[in-house]
């Protein structure tokens, strides 16, 4: 190996285990104050130009894991304190204000920067967990399965 690879060798290990250990330390601090579902990776921006910070702070109440508080006149964020949960999105009165980007379990990315895409989302998850529990019921009480079809059954 030349000398320049293993330079450039050396620098990504140290950068790789900087993010591991910064990735242990979030975990460590989030399970402290009981948080054990998250999204892992994502970022958190608020705008402090359209942000009406003195006469609002409505994100700062509505955050589970204190990751927003006041400071200097604007709102303040603990990024290793995020989970990407949304919530201050859900209540902030002006759009595009707070942008919330998180990385799901299957890879795909999600972008919320105002309510009504969370209305959305959670809109949609409902429908699909209804329908899961639809199908699961169908298949048990199947006439073609042994139990007996009975109905009315309920309809979420
Ligand atoms: S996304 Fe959730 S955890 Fe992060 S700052 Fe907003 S309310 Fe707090
Ligand atoms: S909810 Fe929105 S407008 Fe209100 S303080 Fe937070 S970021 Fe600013």
């Known amino acids: 190996m030349s000398k320049t690879n293993e330079v450039v060798d050396i620098f990504l290990r140290i950068s790789e285990?900087?993010?591991?250990?910064?990735?242990?330390?979030?975990?460590?601090?989030?399970?402290?104050?009981?948080?054990?579902?998250?999204?892992?990776?994502?970022?958190?921006?608020?705008?402090?130009?359209?942000?009406?910070?003195?006469?609002c702070r409505l994100c700062i109440q509505?955050?589970?894991?204190?990751?927003?508080?006041?400071?200097?006149?604007?709102?303040?964020?603990?990024?290793?304190?995020?989970?990407?949960?949304?919530s201050c999105v859900n209540v902030c009165m002006v759009d595009n204000c707070i942008q919330v980007s998180r990385v799901r379990s299957d890879g795909e990315t999600e972008k919320f920067s105002n309510p009504r895409e969370i209305q959305r989302l959670l809109r949609s998850i409902s429908y699909r967990k209804a329908e899961e529990r639809t199908k699961s019921r169908c298949a048990h009480e199947s006439p073609f399965s042994d139990g007996i079809l009975e109905f009315p059954f309920e309809i979420p």
């Not at 591991?20 to 892992?40: A, H, P």
């Not at 200097?72 to 995020?82: F, Q, T």
Request: aromatic share 6%; proline share 2%; glycine share 8%.
């Open 62 to 86: 509505a955050c589970p894991t204190n990751a927003l508080y006041w400071k200097d006149g604007e709102v303040g964020i603990a990024k290793e304190l995020c989970v990407y949960c949304t």
């Open 17 to 55: 285990d900087h993010e591991r250990m910064k990735r242990e330390e979030r975990n460590q601090l989030l399970e402290s104050i009981g948080v054990d579902e998250k999204f892992d990776k994502g970022t958190m921006e608020i705008s402090h130009r359209t942000c009406r910070g003195v006469d």
